[in-house]
């Protein structure tokens, strides 16, 4: 995987603090079994009590208890089948207020003073969407005046209000306690947030299904962000978001004990306005590379352990590749093709051409063999930044501006945080301008706004950083389903238009692949597109696309419910290669066929059949390295 390194000077700037103890403002995030009953909530009031007695400003942010959330929903559903999402929120609202009080109440009792407030009263101001609220703004006044009394402001996550004048309470998504406590950590300039949870931390797997799953000391808001399906149960991804925006140093720990968590690491704060806090710029960045060629296999046959060939080959000729695609197609064979830099694809191509005719479909002798397939005059063109998760405007907005500027899609490539697509070389100047335009990215990429954060933030208490490992962690997602398209003719626009649709429907998506292999039907070139979506949406995304797939000329719409996808994720593998070939090789060692691939720089996901996807994350981790002898306890 290419490209560029992340900012770790920021990263190191920002660690360098930490070494003074110096007395700090600081958001420390209750999650609801933290607060679950009388006792839990007395020793959150002892563990804020202690921090401040140690000469820190704190304010609270709290969940509600234990799953009373759950209980509330359950109710509302047992009165009526879809409830009004208003009075949702009226409902749901409700638990957090519960343990602003009681956790108030405790300290108070213990000699702290403290006073709580609900969202409104503090007044976190979001969009008028209930149960799904985005943060817009956070006053700060009230806040910063008890703060500055010496009182402990214990705040209700999760909840806001629609506007100040209109005063309807919202909130934010299930969740969404995490994405409030980061939030008030940004506006209130807090040096650090901590989220106390049941866990010690993020690991490096699921446990549940990896015994050997270790605790990791610190991850970046990147790999968090890209590792989504595994640590959302932990940190919700909205709140990641928000602390890589504005650079909030974050740790997640245990409120059981005092260990010291993992460290989510952000770049460097850019001084971005407060304003529209959760939705301005969900890019922040229009990168291009012209210096990249593609090697194309088609016709390769569809069993375990091609890829593993293809990419462990190309990885012991040292060739470090980019973008990995692997579709899928009618009958029993696929297509791969991957990006490397210009000056090394000779080498590429050779490995390619030698291992082509190794590959032949033997259980169609007739077909065509493989094919390689060069294409030298490309380059790539991406978007970057945190905020396109369950946005999927985004991607779609990025395919309507090239689709706009009649640059043709030769692959995409998606992840949580950055989208690419191969374009034509002549068409990069072009598309870039066209892109920079519609996300209002200025060149030098330099943002100055109004109403800058400023952080002095004091992350990491471990000092010099070692070289991020390769992986970090990996995850396992059973709840995708895949979606083809057959025959999408292949002209500018095609992908605007798909994924233009799906926006609208509010669908999103995660892998995208487009075939290699173009087939003439009639008379126009045509590609199939391949995608993931969340299973819940498997359904009824499959009749909207048939409904419109003849009026577009589209092909048959397919689904695939019984997949799962694995991915690795880590900064490390940037620059490194091997790391695919080891993941494919991991897979082929035991029979378990890769259906399409899909890879962003720091990220490479497999999707395999469902029935072997906890195989599949337990020998990709085993592989890695990542097993530990250390059994992290996690509580029920
Ligand atoms: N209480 C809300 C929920 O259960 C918010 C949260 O816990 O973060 O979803
Ligand atoms: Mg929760």
Redesign the pocket.
């Given at each position: 995987m290419l490209s560029r390194l992340p900012n770790w000077q920021g990263i190191e700037e920002s660690r360098q603090h930490f070494k003074y103890k110096v007395m700090a403002l600081i958001v420390q995030k209750y999650?609801?079994t933290s607060v679950g009953s009388v006792e839990r909530i007395q020793a959150v009031a002892q563990r804020v009590y202690k921090t401040v007695k140690a000469g820190n400003s704190v304010v609270v942010v709290v969940?509600?208890m234990g799953k009373?959330?759950?209980g509330l929903v359950k109710i509302a559903k047992e009165i009526a089948q879809n409830p009004n999402r208003r009075e949702m929120d009226m409902l749901?609202s409700t638990?957090?207020q519960v343990t602003i009080a009681l956790v108030s109440m405790a300290l108070q009792e213990i000699g702290q003073p403290a006073i709580s407030m609900t969202g409104a009263q503090v007044g976190i101001v979001t969009e008028a969407e209930h149960t799904r609220a985005r943060i817009l703004h956070i006053e700060t006044e009230r806040l910063n005046h008890h703060i500055a009394q010496g009182k402990v402001v214990v705040v209700a996550?999760?909840q806001g209000i629609s506007s100040l004048r209109h005063m309807e309470i919202t909130?934010l998504g299930?969740?969404?306690?995490?994405t409030s406590a980061v939030a008030i950590a940004a506006a209130i300039g807090a040096n650090f947030c901590e989220i106390y949870t049941d866990v010690p931390g993020i690991l490096t797997t699921d446990p549940r299904l990896v015994a050997q799953a270790q605790l990791m000391d610190e991850i970046t808001c990147n790999e968090m962000l890209e590792l989504a399906s595994l640590g959302a149960k932990v940190l919700?991804p909205r709140a990641v978001e928000i602390a890589r925006n504005y650079g909030v140093p974050l740790v997640v720990k245990s409120s059981w004990c005092d260990d010291p968590g993992t460290w989510v690491i952000s770049p460097k704060p850019q001084g971005r306005s407060l304003v529209n806090l959760e939705i301005a710029r969900p890019v922040d960045n229009v990168e291009f590379d012209t210096d990249q060629a593609k090697v194309a296999l088609l016709r390769v046959p569809d069993k375990p352990g091609v890829a593993a060939r293809l990419f462990g080959e190309i990885s012991r000729q040292n060739v470090d590749v980019d973008l990995i695609i692997q579709s899928i197609h009618e009958g029993n064979s696929n297509d791969i093709a991957f990006t490397v830099t210009a000056p090394i694809l000779k080498r590429a191509e050779a490995v390619a051409a030698a291992i082509a005719p190794a590959l032949r479909n033997q259980s169609h002798p007739n077909s065509d063999e493989a094919e390689v397939m060069i294409e030298q005059n490309i380059a790539k063109v991406s978007i970057a930044g945190a905020g396109m998760i369950g946005r999927p405007g985004v991607a779609a907005k990025m395919f309507a501006t090239l689709a706009e500027a009649q640059v043709n899609i030769q692959m995409i490539s998606t992840s949580e945080v950055k989208v690419s697509c191969v374009v034509d070389a002549t068409e990069c100047d072009r598309a870039v301008a066209a892109l920079r335009h519609a996300f209002e990215i200025e060149a030098d990429n330099e943002q100055k706004e109004q109403g800058k954060v400023s952080h002095s933030p004091l992350p990491t208490p471990h000092s010099p950083l070692p070289t991020p490992p390769p992986v970090r962690g990996v995850a396992l997602d059973m709840n995708q389903a895949r979606l083809a398209i057959r025959q999408v003719p292949d002209r500018p626009g095609m992908a605007a238009k798909l994924f233009g649709l799906l926006a609208q429907h509010n669908v999103s998506v995660d892998m995208i692949i487009q075939s290699q292999r173009c087939r003439i039907v009639d008379g126009i070139p045509r590609r199939d597109i391949a995608f993931t979506v969340s299973r819940i949406d498997g359904e009824s995304t499959q009749q909207m696309l048939t409904q419109v797939a003849s009026e577009l000329g589209w092909g048959e719409v397919v689904l695939d419910n019984a997949i799962a996808k694995v991915s690795i994720v880590g900064a490390g593998m940037v620059g490194q290669p091997g790391i695919a070939a080891k993941m494919f090789e991991a897979l082929a060692q035991h029979q378990i066929n890769i259906q399409m691939i899909a890879t962003s720089e720091i990220k490479i996901s497999c999707v395999v059949a469902q029935e072997q996807g906890v195989k599949a994350l337990q020998v990709i981790h085993a592989a890695f390295g990542l097993a530990g002898s250390e059994k992290v306890v996690i509580p029920v």
């Open positions: 999650g609801g969940s509600a009373t959330t759950d749901l638990g957090e996550g999760f909130t299930r969740g969404g306690s995490d919700h």
